[in-house]
């Protein structure tokens, strides 16, 4: 197979995962955050890489509106400080209301694309401290630190995009505890609650850097991996099974062992959208319960 490490057509990514929980914080030393338009409230980290504005699927901030070229803007670090800049735009990259080229970037700049505003916030100020908190209680679980089920489904349309404009593969896993009811019912809340925690940090362990996990349920878990066809996808999902078999329980304080069932399933021309993305996964995953459980299910 070759190796997809020095392939120039596979679209670079920059999604925004935390490892854990509220690590990310202090990840970079500043951000942008959506004031206005598509994905209000989401914050956009400027890391060493410049980010780039745009209509086009692989810009790093897609903005899907007529108004906006296919890359419109770019914002980057500098050596001076943060700086924006216009790219050739056809409606033009505003700067606090007023046309810009190039210009540098100040605590609380407002920056406009097309309908979408975002305000450039440096990390040391009060208000991206805030935000931080703010963004993350509205996209993380909680309990296991992945991905909340809104968040992740956001997500999951943007690599959809990507996927289709570029035509790569892209595969996801929904993944289910077995029997976790009689783990609650026999042991309590508690129990159930560390064995979440348990498998969710397993899941993330077991991930590489550009898949996205989340918790999309009370004992149901999800992952995206981009660039991974359906056999690559099996392999993971193996392997994931049987590091979550493996764990070492508490058994003073619950079960010895937990197991899950995983469906599998592939990105394929004809589908329609995440639903039949989702509907797919779920089939297997439900075929992988009806078999025994503790198994891999694989969509053909």
Not at 107 to 134: N, P, Q, W
Not at 170 to 186: E, P
Not at 232 to 237: H, I, S
Request: proline content about 3%; glycine content about 8%.
């Amino acid at each position: 197979m070759k190796s997809r490490d020095n392939d120039s057509s596979t679209t670079q990514r920059r999604t925004i995962r935390p490892q854990r929980g509220f690590e990310l914080r202090g990840a970079s030393d500043a951000c942008l955050v959506v004031l206005q338009g598509q994905r209000l409230g989401q914050r956009i980290d400027i890391g060493e890489q410049a980010l780039v504005f745009g209509r086009a699927p692989e810009c790093d901030f897609q903005i899907v509106e007529r108004s906006v070229s296919r890359q419109h803007a770019q914002v980057w670090k500098g050596p001076g400080g943060y700086r924006v800049k216009d790219l050739d735009s056809t409606n033009k990259t505003l700067l606090n209301d007023q046309p810009i080229i190039e210009a540098e970037l100040k605590d609380g700049d407002h920056i406009t694309v097309g309908s979408c505003v975002l305000k450039f916030m440096e990390r040391s100020s009060v208000e991206a401290r805030y935000h931080d908190e703010i963004y993350q209680l509205a996209t993380m679980d909680p309990l296991t630190g992945l991905y909340n089920r809104r968040h992740f489904l956001e997500l999951l349309e943007r690599e959809l995009a990507r996927t289709t404009s570029h035509q790569r593969p892209l595969a996801l896993l929904i993944i289910d505890l077995d029997h976790f009811k009689s783990v609650n019912d026999l042991y309590g809340h508690p129990a159930g609650d560390a064995v979440l925690k348990l498998v969710g940090a397993s899941l993330q362990a077991n991930a590489r850097g550009e898949f996205i996990v989340a918790r999309i349920g009370g004992e149901e878990f999800a992952a995206v991996l981009p660039e991974q066809d359906i056999g690559e996808a099996a392999a993971f999902a193996e392997r994931l099974r049987s590091a979550i078999e493996a764990l070492e329980l508490d058994a003073s304080a619950g079960p010895r062992k937990v197991t899950v069932s995983i469906g599998v399933a592939c990105w394929k021309p004809g589908m329609a959208g995440v639903a039949d993305l989702m509907r797919a996964t779920d089939a297997e995953l439900y075929r992988a319960k009806q078999d025994g459980r503790n198994r891999v299910c694989v969509a053909e």
